[in-house]
Every structure is written in structure tokens, then in C-alpha cells.
């Protein structure tokens, strides 16, 4: 069975920094693309960033400059480091694979439980 954990998140004044990963386990050969989602409480989630296995990133405009996406792919990990926190990057983040490739098959848009990160002003 294939899991994304979700950690790094917490509690971080405005103007702070927090480093958030995305570990994949179990049995994989290899993962497409993997991207940060967004939720905040009454809003819809929302594509923050993304990154191809062969490093091509894209970010949302709201965390451009702010925000990094890397991977290691001997890992299977997705990180995301958000400098600059804003009040507004308050949400729950959750990471999100498109292919998960096993030597079962392919997993399609598979999702971690998500970590929250709350910016106080």
C-alpha cells in the first residue's frame, strides 16, 4: 500500500518560514508529478505548487518568490519551503502524486492527509 505523510507544518509568526515534506512509502518504482495543495477553512483547495520528476517547478502567483518546491526522487519526497508566511497562507497542505507507479500498476491522484500550518499576525 502506498502512503504520502504529510510533516513540517506548525505554527509560525508572519514574516517566518516553514519547511514542509512529503515522504511516499511503500512499494514504488517511481512518481510523475507531485504537487502542494491548499485548503483553508470555507474556501475550495487550491493548487499552490508543483514539480515534474525531471525538476520543472510552477507556482501559484499567490507564492511566487515566497515559496519553493524540490524533490529527491531516491527519497520519493516532495518538500516545500515557504519563506515570508502570511496570515493568508493559513491552510491545510496536502501533497498530492499524479502517477504513482508500482509493480502492481499505476496509482492515479493519490493524496496525503495533510499537515496544517497556521501564520499568526
Known amino acids: 500500500q502506498v502512503q504520502l505523510v504529510e510533516s513540517g507544518g506548525g505554527l509560525v509568526q508572519a514574516g517566518g518560514s516553514l519547511r514542509l515534506s512529503c515522504a511516499a512509502s511503500?512499494?514504488?518504482?517511481?512518481?510523475?508529478?507531485m504537487y502542494w495543495y491548499r485548503q483553508a477553512p470555507g474556501k475550495q483547495r487550491g493548487l499552490v505548487a508543483g514539480?515534474?520528476?525531471?525538476?520543472?517547478?510552477n507556482y501559484a502567483d499567490s507564492v511566487k518568490g515566497r515559496f519553493t518546491i524540490s524533490r529527491d526522487n531516491a527519497k520519493n519526497t516532495v518538500y516545500l519551503q515557504m519563506n515570508s508566511l502570511k496570515p493568508e497562507d493559513t491552510a491545510v497542505y496536502y501533497c498530492?502524486?499524479?502517477?504513482?507507479?508500482?509493480?502492481?500498476?499505476?496509482?492515479?491522484?493519490?493524496w496525503g492527509q495533510g499537515t496544517q500550518v497556521t501564520v499568526s499576525s
Open positions: 514539480i515534474t520528476r525531471g525538476g520543472t517547478t
Open positions: 511503500g512499494s514504488i518504482s517511481s512518481i510523475n508529478d
Open positions: 498530492n502524486a499524479d502517477k504513482v507507479f508500482t509493480p502492481s500498476g499505476v496509482i492515479f491522484n493519490h
